[in-house]
């Protein structure tokens, strides 16, 4: 089985374009500038070519323009603790952010005394929980790069202590600001009666299956179907998942996950006035200009509640795995995820001086 890696995926966007002209290298960006007053931006996590990317776009003369302004100053760089993947590459990216003008401190506490907003992108989700809570204590502004946590738990804990907190946030794949997908989205076809979306689905296995990376093709399930599944069947193979959503309405989204033969990212919208391709993928600019317009007015461009589904369909597809593609409905998993998180909630709000 060919192995298809994150870095697969930057090469892809960068390929496609992000719609500035962008040389690169040093000479191009503001190593020296300094950011208005509630422009700063910290980065959580170089263990991602998320961080690199963003950084170049946000630093360079084109992007100081097209983003109003918004400069990445800082990173903090730890990121996943045991994935070879990602922890191999946090030298040569701190190398790399360094010379685009960022320091590089030693704790989110640091950071968070430099930057006004930030962007938590850690490749591993099983620790954005932790390293949100003091993000959200500080009253920064967050966007955590998907998966918004490891876990539906996990996911509920951090929109209730952001929501008690009354601290912005949001989380978000790239693919679903990808412009055909924002189209549907915007009514081009009308009412949408039902969807396809595939995307690679490569396994990691700290990770329950779609969080690493098929949750790229759920995140454009939901942007096209909206809110609403009521029950997930998944059919698994070792090359191919298929996940088939039934919604409240009566209508069917599916999502196929590839780990064979050539990745790529799309599919078909269905709708009462036509039908129409997803993709190809079109690059950052399209989540990076919501960020930004996020971080002016802090408000969400994605919902909690649709956040929280999406992660919601991703947990019942393995629970369908589990019993050998058996449908499993969403509210049996969000009411057991929820007795899970509210059970714990109140010791890490205890536990970090959070008052819930």
């Given at each position: 089985m060919k192995n298809y890696h994150r870095r697969d995926f930057i090469k892809t966007s960068v390929t496609a374009g992000i719609g500035l002209s962008l040389t690169g290298t040093v000479s191009s960006l503001f190593a020296g500038s300094l950011p208005a007053a509630g422009k700063r931006v910290g980065i959580?996590?170089?263990?991602?070519?998320?961080?690199?990317?963003?950084?170049?776009?946000?630093?360079?003369?084109?992007?100081?323009?097209?983003?109003?302004g918004y400069r990445v100053v800082a990173a903090y760089p730890k990121g996943s603790p045991d994935i070879e993947s990602s922890v191999s590459r946090v030298p040569g990216y701190i190398e790399k952010v360094q010379g685009m003008g960022v320091e590089i401190v030693e704790s989110i506490d640091d950071l968070l005394r430099k930057v006004d907003v930030v962007l938590l992108e850690t490749n591993d989700g099983r620790v954005h929980l932790e390293q949100a809570i003091p993000v959200l204590k500080a009253g920064k502004t967050v966007f955590i790069d998907k998966p918004v946590t490891a876990s539906l738990a996990d996911a509920i804990i951090v929109f209730e202590i952001a929501k008690h907190l009354n601290v912005p946030v949001f989380s978000s794949s790239s693919l679903r600001f990808m412009s055909t997908a924002q189209d549907v989205a915007k009514g081009k076809i009308g009412k949408v009666l039902g969807a396809?979306?595939?995307?690679?689905?490569?396994?990691?296995?700290?990770?329950?299956?779609?969080?690493?990376?098929?949750?790229?093709?759920?995140?454009?399930?939901?942007t096209v179907m909206g809110t609403g599944c009521k029950e997930v069947v998944r059919i698994h193979s070792e090359g191919t998942d298929i996940a088939v959503g039934r919604w409240a309405d009566g209508r069917i989204g599916t999502?196929?996950?590839?780990?064979?033969?050539?990745h790529l990212y799309g599919g078909t919208a269905y709708g009462e006035n036509g039908n129409t391709?997803?993709?190809?993928?079109?690059?950052?600019?399209?989540?990076?200009?919501?960020?930004?317009?996020?971080?002016?007015?802090?408000?969400?461009?994605?919902?909690?509640?649709?956040?929280?589904?999406?992660?919601t369909f991703m947990e019942a597809a393995d629970e369908s795995k589990k019993r050998k593609g058996a449908p499993v409905a969403l509210e049996q998993v969000r009411q057991k995820a929820r007795k899970d998180a509210m059970r714990r909630l109140k010791t890490i709000a205890a536990d970090n001086g959070i008052r819930i």
């Open positions: 959580i996590g170089l263990d991602t070519s998320h961080s690199v990317e963003f950084t170049k776009v946000l630093n360079s003369e084109a992007g100081a323009s097209i983003y109003n396809d979306t595939y995307t690679p689905s490569v396994i990691e296995k700290t990770h329950p299956d779609f969080f690493w990376y098929g949750i790229h093709g759920v995140e454009m399930l939901y999502f196929r996950g590839t780990r064979t033969g050539k391709v997803l993709g190809p993928f079109d690059g950052y600019e399209g989540l990076l200009k919501q960020i930004v317009l996020f971080f002016e007015t802090g408000n969400p461009p994605v919902q909690a509640e649709e956040t929280l589904e999406l992660i």
